[in-house]
């Protein structure tokens, strides 16, 4: 199950880079000024991705460290 999240996890940011970067390519096709957003406040998209892998995976580690600990006892 893991997985899967993973792989459209990793489609879905694929998915918008690219439409990202068409989105760009149009406008400057179209002479508008595009300068790179260092103004836009929050985070960045491969920020955000990372956090939500590392809550995914890490609440897995704990989920399994957990239920292993209970089987002990």
Known sequence: MLKFLTVILILL???WRVARWLEVRRRRARGEDISYEV????FRPITVLSIIFLILYGG???WFALSEWADLF
């Open 60 to 62: 897995y580690v704990i």
């Open 13 to 15: 940011f694929v998915w």
């Open 39 to 42: 103004r836009v406040k929050g």
